[in-house]
């Protein structure tokens, strides 16, 4: 069974700084990894999409790496603001799976004060 | 460019009561999911649709149904409310197996 871990589950940081959030998952036969952003009672926003074929994707201030042979994948923020502050979730789409279902981890909740 | 639309997006049903949440998407993609979201439990997979009358379970299917009756659409039903069934509901639809996947706004359900 796929076991995804987003870590750090909490993080706070002053505007400006740039960030790294750690998705980690056990079974690396994946089709692709999905991050997704989560506002407070909002649905799911896809950020980036990586094939597992492709070691990065880049998106404005956001760039996302897979390391699929050891199971890793992270989101690189970069001068991060205010308006960055959500839950970032990272989703695993497995080879072989019930097809159509994405392994999600729980999240990382990022706060960006000014 | 409505993507994947969910209504309602809030509801309340006393224990017992059955209910449909609606789900529809106009991207022309065969893949349609629904998943509940729960503190501390992420998101789980609650049935699935590979194409118009395609259906299966997904992890946590008990206490709901759903159809394919077409491309477009994937209702949720809820056959008897249960207090355990409060929670957030997310459909999400993609083209294909390998492809990225689009969420619709989410109903938030509370079963009294």
């Known amino acids: 069974k796929q076991e995804v871990t987003q870590i750090p589950a909490a993080l706070s940081v002053p505007e400006g700084e740039n960030l790294v959030l750690n998705c980690s998952f056990t079974?690396?036969?994946?089709?692709?990894l999905q991050w997704f952003r989560q506002d407070p009672g909002k649905g799911l926003t896809s950020l980036l999409l990586?094939?597992?074929?492709?070691r990065e994707q880049t998106s404005g201030r956001l760039n996302a790496s897979l390391d699929k042979s050891s199971g890793r994948s992270t989101l690189y923020i970069a001068a991060s603001q205010p308006g960055d502050s959500a839950t970032y979730l990272c989703?695993?789409?497995?080879?072989?799976?019930?097809?159509?279902?994405?392994?999600f981890g729980r999240g990382t909740q990022l706060t960006v004060w000014p | 460019n409505a993507g994947v639309t969910q209504t309602p997006k809030f509801q309340v049903l006393k224990t017992g009561q059955s209910m449909t949440l609606q789900c529809a998407q106009d991207m022309n993609h065969e893949y349609m999911s629904w998943y509940r979201q729960d503190p501390g439990m992420g998101l789980r997979l609650i049935h699935y649709?590979?194409?118009?009358?395609?259906?299966d379970q997904g992890e946590v299917p008990n206490g709901y149904n759903v159809s394919r009756s077409t491309t477009e659409d994937f209702p949720l039903r809820l056959l008897s409310a249960a207090p355990s069934q409060t929670s957030v509901y997310f459909c999400?639809?993609?083209?294909?197996?390998?492809?990225?996947?689009?969420f619709g706004q989410g109903t938030r359900l509370t079963v009294v």
């Open positions: 999400a639809s993609r083209p294909g197996q390998a492809t990225e996947a689009f």
């Open positions: 990586i094939q597992s074929s492709q």
């Open positions: 989703a695993v789409n497995l080879r072989g799976s019930t097809l159509g279902r994405l392994y």
């Open positions: 649709s590979v194409g118009a009358g395609i259906t």
């Open positions: 079974d690396s036969a994946i089709y692709n």
